[in-house]
């Protein structure tokens, strides 16, 4: 029994220095979610105001019908398909996949965060709208220092949860041949022939990022409400 | 009457099907502290609204200081009128301070630099009854009353000679609300302000104001001295408003 243990980890983790495709993989997982993250959250933000300010102002009608097709087409379709296009249609000639992927998960991810911050704004009052520009501020003044605070103090534990999605749902990552973490266990399991240690340790180790990930978001939390008391 | 400063002429304005102002015409001159009354949803919000370019007309025109604001630029056009918002509208993420000195040092105005900064905050806060000390603490950290107050610092904050209130003192109790209404009278007279000010009591009203527009379903009633009002009202309805503020006289 111990032997047969002891065997397996040698043969899953061990040998050829197999581990390090494991660590490999999270440190692409973990880039590809932190910087679509981030692409997404100004793609979102534009977005998110566009909409916003369309549904206040009925202004910029153009824009809104443009973040419209946006909003539907990615929101409509599969994430994996979404980066199949990219990478071997849009993109074909790029060499490097992974600012391919951050990319295809920026634009798709900016879709969601553009309906957080959306909604995010539409929860202020319009009279901090009105206020801030009856006292000399402009509409974009206004939004971003009155506004914008207000709303993403809201908004930040949808935001944290949409990283979260975002950190499993690059697990996809292996359609365009990147070695993300899941594409890792895979790797090892191709070597090994056996399915079980490979995917568990896969899921073990995204359980724990997103354990980690939502332990953080509830101390931010609880700091947010302390700042308001 | 002296000098006009804000004119409204035929002014129409409606959400949709349904007409708010209709051909709503109005002279105030420099130096007036106008109360405006009616109904909830008679339009006086709108009617404020339309002074410093918050909500544009349908059709007709309204007037600043001799010039169409249509013309205007938004920006300039606001920092000659305060307006202090129905409902307060303070920033709650900002301090006491901030709230008041926020909007003119982040556009540079003059008088809001540096040092001034602090020392402008204060003179405000004193102008308005209310202790510096309370310069670093957050609006829900006031009483309603202490929020109102803020709120008139804050639309002074950029010298305006314009002041629109809307409903200031709605939500203060009694007591509070006659020390805020001496308070406004007496920054009233020492800043030579015009003042537009709507309210839903006819007290008030007519303790304020020195002249009092009645207004109903989006037109004028009546816009006189408040003695007349009470001599000769002019519809129906401003009859009956100035009786229902008799009443309490005649039981005495
Ligand atoms: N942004 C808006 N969209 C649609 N209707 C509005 C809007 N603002 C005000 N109204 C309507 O216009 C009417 C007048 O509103 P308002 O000027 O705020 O009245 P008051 O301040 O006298 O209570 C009300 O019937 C109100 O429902
Ligand atoms: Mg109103």
Known sequence: ?229 | MEETVIRFEHVWKSYGEQPVLKDFSLEIGKGEFLAVIGRSGCGKTTALKLVNGLIVPDTGRVEVKGQDISCADPVMLRRQIGYAIQNVGLFPHMTVEKNIAYVPSVSRMDGWKGEDRRKKTEELLRQVGLSPALAGRFPRELSGGQRQRVGIARALAASPDILLMDEPFGAVDAITREQLQDEILKIHRERGLTVLFVTHDIEEALKLGTRVLVMEEGTVQQCDIPSRLLSAPATDFVEKLVCRRREPEVRM
């Not at chain 1, 390090?20 to 910087?35: A, M, N, P, S």
């Not at chain 1, 071997?88 to 996949?97: D, G, P, V």
Request: charged letters at 15%; one cysteine or more; hydrophobic letters at 50%.
């Open chain 1, 1 to 229: 029994m111990w032997e047969n243990f002891s065997e397996a980890i040698y043969l899953n983790f061990i040998k050829d220095d197999r581990w390090k495709y494991y660590t490999d993989g999270l440190k692409v997982t973990l880039t590809i979610t932190l910087f679509a993250v981030l692409l997404g959250v100004a793609i979102g933000l534009v977005v998110g105001i566009i909409r916003a300010t369309h549904e206040r102002t009925h202004k910029l009608k153009i824009m809104n019908f443009l973040c419209g097709i946006y909003l539907t087409v990615i929101r409509g379709t599969p994430v994996v398909v979404q980066l199949m296009i990219i990478y071997y249609i849009i993109l074909a000639s790029a060499r490097n996949k992974i600012p391919v992927a951050i990319l295809a998960f920026g634009i798709n991810s900016g879709a969601y965060v553009a309906e957080i911050f959306r909604s995010g704004i539409m929860s202020i009052d319009n009279g901090q709208m009105e206020a801030g520009r009856s006292l000399g501020f402009n509409y974009i003044q206004t939004m971003w220092y009155v506004v914008l605070p207000q709303a993403f103090k809201n908004v930040l534990p949808a935001l944290c949860n949409e990283f979260i999605a975002l950190l499993k749902e690059t697990s996809v990552s292996g359609y365009i041949a990147l070695q993300d973490l899941t594409k890792a266990g895979d790797i090892v399991r191709s070597r090994t022939f056996n399915p079980f240690f490979p995917l568990f340790t896969v899921a073990a180790i995204y359980l724990i990022c997103v354990i980690v990930l939502t332990q953080c978001i509830k101390l931010l939390e609880r700091r947010l409400r302390q700042s308001e008391h």
